[in-house]
């Protein structure tokens, strides 16, 4: 039997490591790409620095730069906002 700390078993498909965490500015990110406007804002108040995330392995761009290219206004619009308020 796995360690409760260690895996967890999703629909008895998937094996998940749930001790690993994932970087914020990379969870910043995703929920970006994924267009999800209240993810985005609720790891940024979880997080008011993650907004200052240059990504070097893509041009230095930050996440007002990544849902300006996707065309997501409304995160960039929310993005602008926040990093004002920071």
Same mark, same amino acid.
């Given at each position: 039997? =796995?360690?409760?700390?260690?895996?967890?078993? *999703?629909?008895?498909? @998937?094996?998940?490591? &749930?001790?690993?965490?994932?970087?914020?500015? &990379?969870?910043?990110?995703?929920?970006?790409? *994924?267009?999800? #406007? =209240? *993810?985005?804002?609720?790891?940024?108040?979880?997080?008011?620095?993650? #907004?200052?995330?240059?990504? @070097?392995?893509?041009?230095?761009? &930050?996440?007002?730069?990544?849902?300006?290219?996707?065309? @997501?206004?409304?995160?960039?619009?929310?993005?602008?906002?926040?990093?004002?308020? &920071?």
């Amino acid at each position: 039997m =796995l360690s409760p700390c260690k895996y967890h078993a *999703l629909q008895g498909v @998937f094996i998940v490591d &749930t001790c690993k965490r994932i970087e914020v500015a &990379t969870r910043l990110r995703r929920a970006i790409v *994924l267009n999800d #406007l =209240l *993810l985005v804002k609720r790891i940024v108040r979880n997080n008011p620095k993650s #907004l200052q995330n240059p990504d @070097f392995d893509d041009k230095s761009n &930050t996440s007002l730069h990544l849902a300006a290219k996707n065309g @997501f206004v409304e995160i960039a619009v929310c993005v602008t906002g926040l990093h004002s308020e &920071t």
